[in-house]
């Protein structure tokens, strides 16, 4: 488990000292973007049928199989939905983030 | 090696000796054969590319912004309104600093439908960021795939090499297809010095507050501005290993030409063949072509044009409510000049009409007519 760095504001004094096109300049392991969301996905691997397509489907690459079975990475799913949308068993589950 | 090629395939040769590794495409009118033997040759491991096949030029464009910023050298084609489709990806390809390169058939915007050649398709995506190049021949279309690969990924900016629907697409030509291993030591493999990788991993094209868009933007057109020396260096260099310069313009008898005519894509070699005519009748003409549109070749146009007495640019396209092209990009070269000639900007050839040496005659015959230019446009050949 990676832990989030402290946040630095970057402050370019010239354009000399800019990338040439518009990135991040901190690594994306520690701009964990699942804060974004509002919605999770829930698996339930009881009905899963292993098919793969959530992890096919997800934009954000924040599926992984382990061990033929779907997870969450939920540092980085935005909870767009796609994955329940797409699961042929219908086992995923959008639920309310509480905050 | 020499082949007799049309001028889709003189595209597909070019990436392929290029070595492009990931080619998207929609395979639907209006798209070309350009593809087509390019999904052949990924079939058949002529080439090691991925061809991905898609839904639309939206999406063939989106996907070779994926390969791109991933590390690929990509490639695509197409035409018209599918070119239209790709608006919004080309400013990502542009803006996001990837060499994608791309060949775009120039033919007529719909409606009326059309699959004859105009400009209109390419200068409508002239603001957008990619550098322009409008050939002439089969034989300029393969030598410039080669070439805008190598200054695109130098600079990181994204090329477009256009070529005349009918006139060059589906014309053969005798082409001289260069050797792989030759072609292999004047275009190296493309290494970006950033990437998306898993290994390191940034985000790419997200939120730019104010305080740095700006900056980017900036330095876009700073590189942009050192394009024109970077074509002529590869372009002397391609000549050394090939034989064949590719520079910014090619001006034929222009230097003691009283009349300068100013053209672009397959027109200009036709004006080639009116200008030797009028040699012949006693009319001092040149022609000047004009094959980088972006970066615009400011420094070429102003030498070239400076002493002629009358210039008369010929556009197959047209800036509704204002002027060709062309036209406008020439005066706007030529402004605050302490010698400029008078110029007279003539629309011809829209929607694939002929461009023959007597329309050149004719343009020639109402210049030399005239002090100045008295309408806004010239029209050449419409029937009213």
Redesign the interface.
Known sequence: MIRKKEAKKIV?QS?KE????????????Y?KTGAWRNIRPVVDLENCIQCGICWKFCPDMSIFIENEFPYVNYDYCKGCGICAEECPAKCIAMVEEEK | MKKVIMGNHALSYGAMLARSQVIAAYPITPQTQVVELLSEMCADKTLDAKFIKVESEHSAMAACIGASVAGARTFTATSSQGLALMHEMLHWASGGRLPVVMGDINRSMGPGWSIWTDQNDSLSERDTGWMQYYCASNQEVLDTVIQAFKVSERLAIPSMVILDAFALSHTYEVVDIPDQAKVDAYLPPFRPQVRLTPDDPHAFGGLTSPEHYFELRYKLQKDMEKAPALIEETGREYEKMFGRYLGLVEDYLCEDADIILVTSGTAGYTARVAVDEMRKGGIKAGNLRIKVFRPFPFEHVRRIVKNAKKVAVVDRNISYGHHGMFFQEVKSALYGQDKSPPVFGFIAGLGGRDITPSTFKEIVDITLSKDKPEEEIIWIGVKR
Do not use: A, D, W
């Not at chain 1, 800019?18 to 392991?29: N, Q, R, V």
């Open positions: 370019f354009e800019m990338p040439m096109m518009p990135m991040s300049l901190g690594s994306m392991l701009n």
